[in-house]
């Protein structure tokens, strides 16, 4: 698989209403590689959810430019709704956009699943149902569907949101390791930064004092 990070040339994102664009950060320019862990973080209402809709491409940019992947994984804070769902089932959706009309997985996919699966160290809850789940294993899996989808850019919106104070740092280190040791490019929002602070390469600012900058 090609390795493609993220990189934002001069990007301005923001949205429109009643005709007018309204400005929330930039011009940014930055870029996550592969094999790099790197938080966003900033204040409320700085941009973080914007940017990472942006680089979705649920908002479009008000300028610049973004070189994204065709296909990342995305990991929202919403807790999914399919509780009735075991956990490998929830998995194997990562492979949807790889399997047959029929949605059937092939030989293949199901490596690949039980692959994810193990790699994020959830073998115990291969069989429980997704409304069983704690917080943090209910994160666990999330992060093993973006993986089965073998995306070479994951983006994570507040992973952290719910958890308790040892489940952050186990989260934060697990994704330190799946950028490192998987050659992905992950970007993550958070408001934890003393608990990511171990284990991201790098932090990006939105909002005062600077925008756009590298915290190392």
Known sequence: M???????????IGYHRRGEQIRVAGPLNEQVRPGEFVCLIGRNGTGKSTLLRTLCGIIPPLSGTMRVPRHIAVVLTEKPRAKMFSVEDMVAMGRTP????????????????????????????????????S???RQKV?????????TSVILLDEPTAFLDYPSKSDLFRLLHELAHNERKAILASTHDLDQARPYTDRAILLGEPFEGSVMG
């Open 98 to 133: 790889y399997t047959n009309f029929w949605g059937r997985l092939s030989t293949e996919d199901k490596t690949v699943v039980d692959a994810a699966i193990h790699r994020v160290g959830i073998d115990d809850l291969r069989d429980r149902k997704m409304g069983t789940l």
């Open 135 to 137: 917080d943090g294993e």
């Open 2 to 12: 090609k390795e493609e990070g993220l990189v934002l040339e001069n990007l301005v």
């Open 142 to 150: 999330m992060i093993a569907k973006a993986l089965a989808q073998q």
